[in-house]
């Protein structure tokens, strides 16, 4: 089973970021088919990728994740765009986090901490809170300049965040589906 643990948005925050990728896309003067946008009822922010799960694992994954979190709620601003990797052709256009982002790491590492004790292997790079806009199935060294000249500087969205879903994803040729299996609350005081 696929699975991933992510932060949701909030209905105002999804229209904003569809708002900036409609804007975004008609500076690129819809030239650039070879970018592959997020829709906007799948915006999520990624905390923890698991990748395939075998299914007898994954109930000790939910009720690791589904544990309640001592850490309060907080808000969430996305703003300004930006580009993976850093260098060479891009493959990811995303919204940075300012607000909120520290916040974020403390809880991406009280939910890896949680998974990897049940040993199973994650992907061993520093987590970067961004949102994901779109992908380039093909790109050149220019679209990253095209694309970060076309974002603009700003609050884009804020949202309040108050749990993490672990997500059970299923893809097709029609796209992803997203069923949510637990939830970890923010509860501390």
Same mark, same amino acid.
């Given at each position: 089973?696929?699975?991933?643990?992510?932060?949701? #948005?909030? @209905?105002?925050?999804?229209?904003?970021? /569809? &708002?900036?990728?409609?804007?975004?896309?008609? /500076? $690129?003067?819809? !030239?650039?088919?070879? $970018?592959?946008?997020?829709?906007? @009822?799948?915006?999520? #922010? *990624?905390?923890?990728? $698991?990748?395939?799960?075998?299914?007898?694992?994954?109930?000790?994954?939910?009720?690791?994740?589904?544990?309640?979190?001592?850490? *309060? &709620?907080?808000?969430?601003?996305?703003?300004?765009?930006?580009?993976?990797?850093?260098?060479? /052709?891009?493959?990811?256009?995303?919204?940075?986090?300012?607000?909120?982002? @520290?916040?974020?790491? @403390?809880?991406?590492?009280?939910?890896?901490?949680?998974?990897?004790? $049940?040993?199973?292997?994650?992907?061993?790079?520093?987590?970067?809170?961004?949102?994901?806009?779109?992908?380039?199935?093909?790109?050149?060294? !220019?679209?990253?300049?095209?694309? #970060? !000249?076309?974002?603009?500087?700003?609050?884009?969205?804020?949202?309040?965040?108050?749990?993490?879903?672990? %997500?059970?994803?299923? #893809?097709? &040729? /029609?796209?992803?589906? %997203?069923? &949510?299996?637990?939830?970890?609350?923010?509860?501390?005081?």
């Amino acid at each position: 089973m696929r699975l991933f643990v992510a932060v949701d #948005l909030s @209905d105002e925050a999804r229209q904003a970021v /569809a &708002a900036e990728q409609k804007r975004i896309a008609e /500076a $690129l003067d819809k !030239s650039d088919r070879s $970018l592959k946008w997020v829709k906007p @009822d799948h915006a999520h #922010l *990624t905390l923890v990728f $698991l990748g395939e799960v075998d299914d007898q694992r994954v109930p000790a994954v939910i009720a690791a994740v589904g544990r309640d979190v001592d850490q *309060t &709620a907080f808000d969430m601003v996305l703003d300004g765009v930006g580009v993976f990797p850093p260098h060479r /052709a891009p493959r990811v256009l995303w919204l940075g986090v300012t607000d909120g982002a @520290d916040r974020l790491i @403390d809880l991406q590492r009280d939910l890896t901490s949680r998974i990897t004790a $049940l040993d199973l292997r994650l992907e061993d790079r520093v987590f970067h809170p961004h949102l994901t806009l779109a992908r380039w199935k093909e790109s050149r060294i !220019s679209d990253r300049e095209r694309a #970060l !000249s076309a974002g603009r500087r700003g609050v884009i969205a804020r949202t309040r965040i108050a749990c993490a879903t672990l %997500y059970q994803s299923r #893809l097709s &040729a /029609a796209g992803a589906a %997203y069923t &949510a299996l637990a939830r970890a609350n923010l509860t501390g005081g």
